[in-house]
Nanobody, 116 residues
Framework: QVQLVESGGGLVQAGGSLRLSCAAS????????MRWYRQAPGKQRELVAR???????YYADSVKGRFTISRDNAKNTVFLQMNSLKPDDTAVYYC??????????WGQGTQVTVSS
């Protein structure tokens, strides 16, 4: 059974930083395409960052240069380092694992609130 557990969200002032963690069980993160999504109130869920098994990454234009996705293979954990946070980054952030053979796996989400 795949489980993804996010942590690290919270309240931060604009310009601050947070690091989100996604601890995985039931899969090996380095063998999978892992993603961070976010959903702000009244908005659609959007892909923020992706890290493939090859090491290739992708960032949404809105976070490029400020956010970094990485993984710790020993801890089987994926991270999202978020710097220079803006109020527009306020959202619930979700970790997900792309599943090419069925439904993707999702974590429960962690709230990030950036105050101006």
């Amino acid at each position: 059974q795949v489980q993804l557990v996010e942590s690290g969200g919270g309240l931060v002032q604009a310009g601050g930083s947070l690091r989100l963690s996604c601890a995985a069980s039931g899969i090996i993160v380095s063998h999978n395409s892992m993603r961070w999504y976010r959903q702000a109130p009244g908005k659609q869920r959007e892909l923020v960052a992706r890290l493939d098994s090859s090491g290739t990454n992708y960032y949404a234009d809105s976070v490029k240069g400020r956010f970094t996705i990485s993984r710790d293979n020993a801890k089987n954990t994926v991270f999202l380092q978020m710097n220079s946070l803006k109020p527009d980054d306020t959202a619930v952030y979700y970790c997900a694992r792309y599943n090419p053979t069925g439904p993707d796996n999702w974590g429960q989400g962690t709230q990030v609130t950036v105050s101006s």
